[in-house]
């Protein structure tokens, strides 16, 4: 809901990530790309809905695709051969190395099949300048 009771389709992905500090998870979810140039005209989530409206930067990140359902013991097998996969690559380094967070995103609503679901393991990274090898 939101203060202008704008009815809005759900998006793809769901995000599911964790702050900093691995402590706090949040779901996130992508808003229609006719607000992508001003937020401002977003419809404004109610104040006590604990919603808010937040602009990304662009970013690297190294992704695992995988399918099936994303349950607790998937993600962390995916997000432990992501980590492994870009710990083991010269051209880029995870940006928090010691406490990298690793963001899961969901392309399919709960009525997908397994067999037929995409998902996302994906983390911050940055390009190493190889230039003086």
Same mark, same amino acid.
């Given at each position: 809901?939101?203060?202008?009771?704008?009815?809005?389709?759900?998006?793809?992905?769901?995000?599911?990530?964790?702050?900093? /500090?691995?402590? +706090?998870?949040? %779901?996130?979810?992508?808003?229609? =790309? #006719?607000?992508? *140039?001003?937020?401002?005209?977003?419809?404004?989530?109610?104040?006590?809905?604990?919603?808010?409206?937040?602009?990304?930067?662009? /970013?690297?990140? +190294?992704?695992? %695709?995988?399918?099936?359902?994303? =349950? #607790?013991?998937? *993600?962390?097998?995916?997000?432990?051969?992501?980590?492994?996969?870009?710990?083991?690559?010269?051209?880029?380094?995870?940006?928090? /190395?010691?406490? +990298?967070?690793?963001?899961?995103?969901?392309?399919?609503?709960?009525?997908?099949?397994?067999?037929?679901?995409?998902?996302?393991?994906?983390?911050?990274?940055?390009?190493?300048?190889?230039?003086?090898?």
């Amino acid at each position: 809901k939101n203060k202008d009771k704008v009815a809005m389709k759900m998006t793809t992905p769901v995000i599911m990530s964790k702050d900093d /500090e691995n402590t +706090a998870e949040f %779901m996130s979810f992508v808003l229609p =790309s #006719k607000y992508w *140039v001003d937020p401002q005209v977003a419809p404004q989530p109610l104040p006590e809905s604990g919603v808010t409206l937040q602009r990304r930067s662009s /970013e690297d990140r +190294a992704i695992i %695709m995988f399918g099936g359902y994303a =349950s #607790k013991n998937e *993600v962390e097998k995916r997000k432990k051969e992501l980590l492994s996969v870009v710990k083991k690559d010269e051209n880029w380094t995870l940006l928090n /190395e010691n406490n +990298a967070s690793v963001d899961i995103l969901q392309y399919n609503d709960p009525f997908t099949p397994p067999w037929r679901r995409l998902n996302e393991a994906s983390v911050k990274v940055v390009l190493n300048d190889t230039s003086g090898k």
